[in-house]
């Protein structure tokens, strides 16, 4: 199949393209950055600007994975524009073309009760996406590790401290997942037609609750036994810090994200492991 990925470039969609690729796919990479295609990347892609019509024209399938996790309102990049009506874009696109498959990378979390606006906004997308293509397969991954994931970066500069800052009580569980299942997940899932009109919640084998995970972080980063010794700062004291501080991007926070660390991000659907049947544990590929 000839498959047109949105998001090509970032952290999932590099990983997509190669899955995609290893699947005997084309693939036609949409980004705002054409240095995908260069020579020596290796995976012979046809990549475009994201101008959407002439890069879904030639396609089959697309599997939209644009999204952000950090609005920078300066910048007009919100989860607005981004999540909604970015999807609405993809949606229209799609529609005036020939393709026939549509997968959509959503979030585990993303529910009509939101409780942040990134769930928030995920779910209007996805809904968006229900009403115009039914037959669209929906995908919402737990937090991805591996290859270096932003998260787990800041879980590292976290643990590095000889006593631990921890927002929020620590006891927020998740299920994360590697990045390389994921991908692999949506490169089977494109070509399978018992996957369209589904929903799959993805989430890893192991649970961890955020004080676990932050345990493991300093273990396999820096060889420290855990349990590491931490200082809990409550979620709602925090967030005059994070008010001031999320408009420096290098800030490791915002408060969106804040909210998130207090919602349980975790699923019980095994549904995808009929694609990935041994998904992999969390080691010390962060
Ligand atoms: N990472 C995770 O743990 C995780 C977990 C669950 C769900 N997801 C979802 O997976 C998707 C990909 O996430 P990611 O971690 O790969 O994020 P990422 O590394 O930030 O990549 C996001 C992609 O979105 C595009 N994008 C970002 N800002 C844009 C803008 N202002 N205008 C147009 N395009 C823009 C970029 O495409 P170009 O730069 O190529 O144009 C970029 O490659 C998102 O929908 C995210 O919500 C991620």
Do not use: C
Not at 77 to 83: D, G, Q
Not at 154 to 181: E, K, M, Q, S
Not at 242 to 255: D, H, K, M, N, S
Not at 278 to 286: E, I, K, S, T, Y
């Amino acid at each position: 199949m000839r498959v047109a990925v949105t998001g090509a470039s970032g952290y999932v969609g590099r990983a997509v393209v190669a899955a995609l690729v290893a699947e005997g796919h084309e693939v036609v990479a949409v980004s705002r950055h054409p240095r995908l295609g260069d020579p020596g990347h290796g995976l012979g892609l046809d990549v475009v600007s994201d101008d959407l019509r002439p890069a879904f024209s030639s396609a089959d399938a697309v599997v939209h994975l644009v999204g952000i996790i950090r609005e920078q309102p300066d910048a007009g990049v919100t989860f607005e524009r981004l999540h909604v009506e970015a999807t609405q874009r993809v949606l229209d696109a799609v529609r005036q073309s020939n393709v026939s498959r549509l997968v959509h990378m959503s979030a585990l979390g993303t529910s009509a009760r939101g409780g942040s606006a990134y769930f928030e906004t995920k779910w209007r997308a996805e809904e968006a996406v229900r009403g115009a293509w039914p037959s669209a397969t929906i995908v919402r991954p737990s937090l991805m590790f591996g290859g270096g994931a932003d998260f787990f970066k800041t879980l590292a500069g976290l643990a590095r401290n000889p006593v631990v800052p921890v927002p929020g009580d620590g006891r927020t569980p998740f299920d994360p997942v590697a990045r390389a299942d994921v991908a692999r997940a949506l490169a089977l899932i494109v070509s399978d037609d018992g996957a369209q009109g589904g929903t799959f919640e993805i989430g890893g084998p192991e649970r961890f609750t955020l004080n676990q995970l932050i345990d493991r972080v300093g273990q396999a980063a820096f060889g420290r036994r855990p349990p590491l010794p931490k200082f809990h700062m409550p979620l709602r004291a925090l967030r005059p810090l994070v008010a001031f501080g999320e408009r420096v991007p290098a800030f490791p926070l915002t408060r969106d994200q804040l909210d998130m660390l207090g919602i349980p991000n975790t699923t019980n659907d095994t549904r995808w492991h009929r694609w990935v049947p041994d998904p992999q544990r969390l080691d010390r590929d962060l």
